[in-house]
């Protein structure tokens, strides 16, 4: 018994390590968003990002879909962001529907997010006016 009492403590904590890591990722979000912080969004971004905006969609490298966001968002003088749902879909994979406001009109948004070896990736970003 004594041994077991190790193991299940190790286990547990890892649990909550990979619990909180994803969480990480999905709460820093609707932030940086509502900031216009395309860093704060390229920190989680895999390789390879989807981005989309209206009808224009390309994959990037990190550093190009950075540079993308970052123009997006510079545009508009006031942003604000809302989460109208999140979930998760049965692989695994994290995703938040939002809706992103601006003083230019509102946009859809669309964040789709998948572990890879143990750590949480952004991998597809999309924005579809409203």
Do not use: C, W
Request: proline share 2%; no cysteine.
């Amino acid at each position: 018994m004594k041994v077991l009492k190790p193991i299940f403590l190790l286990i547990f904590s890892l649990i909550y390590i990979f619990k909180a890591n994803s969480q990480d990722v999905i709460s820093s979000i609707p932030a940086a968003l509502k900031t216009a912080n395309a860093s704060a969004l390229a920190k989680n971004f895999d390789k390879r990002v989807d981005i989309t905006i209206d009808e224009v969609s390309d994959n990037y490298s990190s550093q190009q879909a950075e540079m993308i966001l970052r123009n997006f968002l510079g545009r508009f003088t006031s942003r604000d962001f809302s989460i109208l749902h999140k979930g998760t879909s049965p692989d695994g994979a994290q995703y938040i529907i939002g809706s992103l406001s601006t003083n230019n009109g509102s946009y859809r948004s669309y964040v789709y997010i998948k572990k890879s070896n143990g750590v949480n990736y952004t991998q597809e970003i999309r924005f579809e006016k409203e």
